[in-house]
């Protein structure tokens, strides 16, 4: 069943892109692709599909694959700046680690 799941993340990965490439967009396309991005979630999570939070987060190896370190004082250190691929669990097995970008603040 995990590999079935994740064979179907790259169909939520680029209704995701969709979405964020037309973010401040009104159109009729746009709100279809919001309705078929939940329907689609509503049936994976159904399966027992959860998203891992990441962004202002700290980081946490287990659940996170930090792509690079960036020097920010916008999220505590060696917290989750930004998302750059969303992470998943079936119920508590990991499915795929959050790839993020991981604050450096040299404040804290």
Known sequence: M???VASLLPVMDSLDLALKNSAGQK???RSGVELVRKQFADALAKLGLREIPAEG???DPQYHHAIEMVE???V???HVL???LRGYKLKDRLIRPAMVRVAR???H
């Open 72 to 74: 920010s004082d916008k």
């Open 76 to 78: 505590p250190d060696h």
């Open 57 to 59: 987060e700290p980081f």
């Open 82 to 84: 930004e998302e750059l």
């Open 27 to 29: 159109s009729e396309i």
């Open 2 to 4: 995990a590999n079935a």
């Open 105 to 107: 603040n040299p404040n």
